[in-house]
């Protein structure tokens, strides 16, 4: 199988807090994937800067599709903790799409690209503050 990405688009909605929903990602969610998986390469979070919902992104590389599909990673669900099942069922938007690569732009010397030979084993996420004025367009 090829090569892919797992994509992930969130939103607490009113009956998570940002909190609560900020702990569970961060420190239950994540670390289950990229610390335990080795088909996650690398993982990336994106925060909405446009107003429009869902706010929340998230962009896995994976080494194979077929990943989603082994013991390792659908037991992640069958045993999922009674906290991360009571929050995924308050989250007012949680829409995952498995990818497969069929084409790669190249890697550049800044970052990798979700389809990247080399990718890092972090996760990164992106956010901006546009309240407080600061001129970004440049």
């Known amino acids: 199988m090829p090569p ?24 239950e969610h994540v670390p289950l994937r990229m610390n335990h998986l080795p088909s996650f390469l690398t993982g990336a979070r994106f925060e909405e800067s446009d107003g ?4 929340w992104l998230a962009l896995y590389d994976i080494d194979d599709t077929v990943t989603f599909a082994h013991e390792g990673y659908t037991r992640l669900h069958a045993n999922r903790s009674l906290h991360k ?18 084409g790669d732009s190249g890697e550049s010397l800044i970052t990798t690209s979700l389809a990247s ?22």
């Open 4 to 27: 892919g990405f797992l994509t992930v688009l969130s939103e607490p909605g009113e009956k998570a807090s940002l909190e609560e929903f900020q702990d569970w990602y961060n420190n």
């Open 52 to 55: 429009f919902k869902p706010s």
């Open 85 to 102: 099942a009571d929050l995924v069922a308050k989250l007012e938007v949680l829409d995952r799409h498995t990818c497969e690569v069929v």
């Open 117 to 138: 030979t080399n990718p890092t084993k972090f996760i990164i996420t992106h956010g901006l503050d546009l309240a407080n004025g600061e001129d970004f367009s440049a």
